[in-house]
């Protein structure tokens, strides 16, 4: 039915405002199906799960294949984490389209004083807090949404620090409003996400070309995945796979989840068009210059 992301700095209201979010959900009538994803549920703890990077990419992947298997046409998933990444929403956004659902943001936009005294609070309280050091370097890293990106789209904005969150506040009702609304022929106010041609089952090609892309677009996977961690492509920008082969351009960090699911989706996608024109390539040159060329479709547009 639908994807809520919750997003905003530390100890900003988010859980205030996924809480309240879920409680006004559930006095619409009928009463959708509603599950709050976190952390907490998930047992993983704050401090722990943003030790280090290695730490935090672990928990964006059990929260993102939490929500994955979570998501569905009768149900709402509201995800209550940081979500402080843009690459990382965006890779939310392809689950909720990849599903056909609704999709929106909800950013609590509190300043970065209130957030570090509400961590200071909480702390004293004994309550669950973050660490100065974890939490100050969260702040640093965190990446404001922005309603032009179709990741970040529809944004809701709350302030916490400001106006109390409540069932009743005029943000909460609008969320609401665009995540029961019902769809018709005249509705221009709720977009459902609509899944590609690529996600959809593919059918069945020749073996030798379907071995040849599974073979040659892992090697390019593998190359991208090797360059990164050397830090090939931090300044540039750009990986080349070889003389007779396009370079790849990326634009962000990529991860290895995200790059698995682009290479799924062009195996998928390539099955489907041979249907109607040429056949997938047999080559395995030919079948890394496409992927290429797809990736960098994607990854520029992202």
Request: aromatic share 0%; with cysteine; hydrophobic share 35%.
């Given at each position: 039915m639908a994807l809520v992301v919750i997003?905003?700095?530390p100890c900003s209201g988010k859980s205030t405002a996924a809480a309240c979010l879920a409680d006004a959900l559930q006095a619409v009538d009928p009463k959708p199906t509603v599950r709050i994803i976190d952390e907490s549920s998930l047992h993983l703890g704050r401090n722990q799960s943003y030790a280090d990077m290695p730490m935090e990419k672990n928990l964006r992947g059990v929260l993102r294949s939490e929500v994955d298997r979570s998501l569905?046409?009768?149900?709402?998933?509201?995800v209550d984490s940081l979500n402080n990444i843009k690459g990382y929403r965006y890779e939310l956004w392809c689950l909720a389209r990849a599903s056909g659902i609704r999709y929106c943001v909800v950013f609590c936009?509190?300043?970065?004083d209130s957030c570090r005294e509400w961590n200071r609070k909480r702390g004293e309280m004994g309550e669950s807090s973050y660490d100065t050091k974890i939490f100050e370097d969260l702040v640093r890293r965190f990446e404001k949404p922005d309603r032009r990106n179709r990741w970040d789209s529809p944004l809701f904005e709350l302030f916490p620090s400001k106006d109390e969150i409540r069932e009743s506040s005029?943000?909460?009702a609008d969320a609401v409003s665009y995540l029961t609304k019902k769809v018709d022929s005249k509705s221009r106010d709720v977009r459902v996400l609509q899944p590609t041609i690529a996600?959809?089952?593919a059918h069945t090609t020749d073996a030798n070309s379907l071995y040849e892309m599974d073979r040659a677009t892992q090697e390019v996977i593998n190359m991208i995945v090797e360059a990164q961690s050397q830090g090939l492509a931090g300044?540039?920008?750009?990986?080349?796979l070889g003389q007779h082969l396009p370079t790849i351009n990326i634009q962000r960090p990529?991860?290895?989840p995200e790059l698995r699911s682009l290479r799924r989706t062009f195996i998928k996608l390539t099955g489907q068009s041979s249907l109607s024109g040429p056949p997938p390539p047999l080559d395995a040159d030919s079948a890394k210059r496409m992927f290429v060329d797809y990736l960098n479709r994607e990854i520029g547009t992202s």
């Open positions: 997003c905003g700095q569905s046409k009768s149900s709402i998933i509201i936009d509190t300043d970065e005029p943000v909460i996600t959809q089952t300044a540039v920008n750009r990986i080349s990529i991860g290895l």
